[in-house]
């Protein structure tokens, strides 16, 4: 099945091919890349890229993963724009105090909807959310998955048109305390290969496995109901000898016990922010591509 409506040249995809493969934990996929690319669209552009959508870039195959990020660096939020909200999500944000907080929530909340509009062919205020048990939106009857993140100024939303996904970013920043809590919530060998290094590097290696572990989880549905400590991440690099970085960015495989069993990329949203994609996938020959 194919979802193909409207979209727009200033906004671009993330796009690229894996081939997934493995039985448990963390497998290595050796299949080759095509170019990967993810570019912005500033939030005062929307109106335009909702006036100028081309209907192929928002075309959704069973093997098509789309990635979009949009930035807001200001205070302010158009009034204008607040008509294509749901009551519900103006309460939240009346609930925020800080000023800044409340124009990025509601930026990404438009930016949500706009979005999703494109994918299934109505209007942004016409996107009408549901929540599972554990507060993840999902559109109901609609065959379109979707996760938002944000971490600062900037957002990812993610979209497939057949499998439930998760996504994560989180700006690098220093974790004093990342081996502590890394004892706490990842596995030994995760803690080890976080602990061999010092600095930013360190902080690096921990929040790589933390925004893996959030994708991971949104992808389920759980949320951070799932304990994070309850099934391990294990990166290709951990195991290789004098390999520090040389995997990055290849898919690879995680399992969450028996009954759940995800693709996961990682991926850098801009210079100074991680990300990490997780599909839970139905088949073992699922892949991603443009």
């Known amino acids: 099945m194919k979802h193909c409506l409207r979209t727009n040249p200033s906004v671009y995809v993330m796009q690229y091919k894996t081939e997934l493969g493995g039985e448990s934990g963390a497998v290595s996929v050796p299949s080759?890349?095509?170019e990967l690319r993810l570019k912005s669209v500033a939030f005062e552009d929307l109106s335009v890229f909702l006036a100028s959508a081309r209907r192929a870039d928002f075309c959704l195959s069973e093997k098509i993963v789309h990635i979009w990020k949009i930035r807001n660096e200001g205070l302010r939020f158009p009034?204008?724009?607040l008509a294509l909200l749901s009551e519900d999500e103006k309460g939240r944000?009346?609930?925020?105090?800080?000023t800044l907080l409340k124009s990025r929530f509601l930026t990404f909340r438009v930016f949500l909807r706009c979005m999703l509009s494109m994918y299934i062919g109505s209007g942004p205020q016409e996107v009408c959310f549901s929540y599972n048990d554990y507060g993840?939106?999902?559109l109901g009857s609609k065959n379109i998955f979707f996760n938002l993140s944000h971490s600062g100024d900037l957002a990812v939303a993610a979209f497939s048109g057949c499998n439930e996904l998760g996504v994560d970013i989180e700006r690098v920043k220093p974790v004093p305390e990342a081996v502590e809590i890394a004892r706490n919530l990842f596995s030994r060998i995760e803690t080890r290969w976080i602990g061999a290094v010092n600095g930013m590097e360190r902080w690096k290696r921990f929040l790589r496995c933390w925004v893996i572990r959030e994708a991971c989880v949104k992808a389920i549905g759980t949320g951070l109901s799932m304990p994070l400590n309850s099934f391990e991440v294990c990166l290709p690099e951990m195991t290789g000898i004098n390999q520090p970085e040389s995997f990055y960015g290849r898919p690879f495989v995680v399992s969450l016990g028996?009954?759940?069993?995800?693709s996961v990329r990682e991926f850098i949203p801009d210079d100074s922010c991680l990300g990490a994609l997780a599909v839970l996938h139905k088949h073992p020959d699922f892949s991603l591509l443009h």
Request: glycine residues 4%; proline residues 15%.
């Open 93 to 98: 944000a009346s609930l925020l105090t800080n």
């Open 258 to 262: 028996t009954a759940h069993r995800l």
């Open 32 to 34: 080759p890349f095509p």
């Open 136 to 138: 993840k939106p999902e």
């Open 79 to 81: 009034a204008g724009q």
